[in-house]
């Protein structure tokens, strides 16, 4: 038996001196064993590990107490889908700009067309884009076989053209 232990020195039976109701040793208030196989000690029951008192826990890591991003992004059904043909079959000639950066305004126009894009990298592709934000452009990206999603930053852009 442990020291003081059934003794009832505090308010409650089993209570350790300075100790709060239901505490136990090396805890903190508001602090409860690990019941369940795999829970870290000190864990709440149902928390995840690394996850504050009071937030909850979301599919797939999706915190939804944080702020949403502007303009709110759909997912890529709600925007109408992957375009049912292939893109054009040649590639445009490269045109010789100095721009450092894609304005969002100028390829929005581009928005649900065929747009051939290069990148700074030296990648060229097909985007079919469906949403375009302050800093990024997101849509189907034509990988010779079929339509698939991509994103990328505006910044990322050395240059496009749609059709």
Do not use: K
């Amino acid at each position: 038996m442990m020291p003081n232990q059934g003794q009832g020195q505090g308010q409650y039976p089993n209570q350790y001196p300075g100790q709060y109701p239901s505490q136990y040793p090396g805890q903190y208030p508001g602090q409860y064993p690990s019941q369940f196989p795999g829970q870290m000690p000190g864990q709440m029951p149902g928390q995840m590990p690394g996850q504050m008192p009071g937030q909850q826990q979301w599919p797939h890591g999706y915190d939804h107490s944080a702020p949403p991003s502007f303009p709110p992004l759909d997912p890529p059904e709600a925007q109408g889908g992957a375009p049912t043909s292939p893109p054009p079959s040649f590639v445009p000639q490269q045109q010789n700009v100095g721009v450092f950066a894609v304005d969002p305004g100028s390829i929005r126009g581009c928005l649900r067309r065929n747009t051939y894009i290069w990148l700074t990298n030296g990648s060229a592709f097909w985007l079919f884009p469906t949403f375009v934000g302050r800093n990024s452009i997101s849509g189907f990206r034509w990988n010779g076989r079929m339509w698939t999603f991509y994103g990328t930053d505006l910044n990322r852009i050395s240059s496009f053209q749609c059709y």
